[in-house]
């Protein structure tokens, strides 16, 4: 079955970085489009970043740009997003899911991790 585990989530300092990764099991990963989405108390879950099949189509949220980078080893099965700059308003839950091509709306996705916490500390 199709299985999504995020990690990499945890405390940092305003201005730090951490690295989310997202382990892919269950399908040919090396097909799909792969989301990054982030959901922070009492409000709706938003787009963050996401990435074409072969890595060469990326988009970005206006608040993410120049400071997030998302990227993916196929041989892997494996999608990053490398968070820098880190801001407080970062903080939030943070989700890989999966697509056909490289949406912006979480009703385009139909698998989901877990999820992985990341707190900004300012």
């Known amino acids: 079955q199709v299985q999504l585990v995020e990690s990499g989530g945890g405390l940092v300092q305003a201005g730090g970085s951490l690295r989310l990764s997202c382990a892919a099991s269950?399908?040919?990963?090396?097909?799909?489009?792969m989301g990054w989405f982030r959901q922070a108390p009492g409000m709706e879950r938003e787009f963050v970043a996401t990435?074409?099949?072969?890595?060469?189509?990326?988009d970005y949220a206006d608040s993410v740009k120049g400071r997030f980078t998302i990227s993916r080893d196929n041989a892997k099965n494996t999608v990053y997003l490398q968070m820098n700059s880190l801001k407080s308003e970062d903080t939030a839950v943070y989700y890989c899911a999966r697509a056909r091509a490289t949406f912006r709306t979480p009703r385009e996705y139909d698998y989901w991790g877990q999820g992985t916490q990341v707190t900004v500390s300012s």
């Open positions: 990435i074409n099949w072969s890595g060469s189509r990326k």
């Open positions: 269950g399908f040919t990963f090396s097909t799909f489009a």
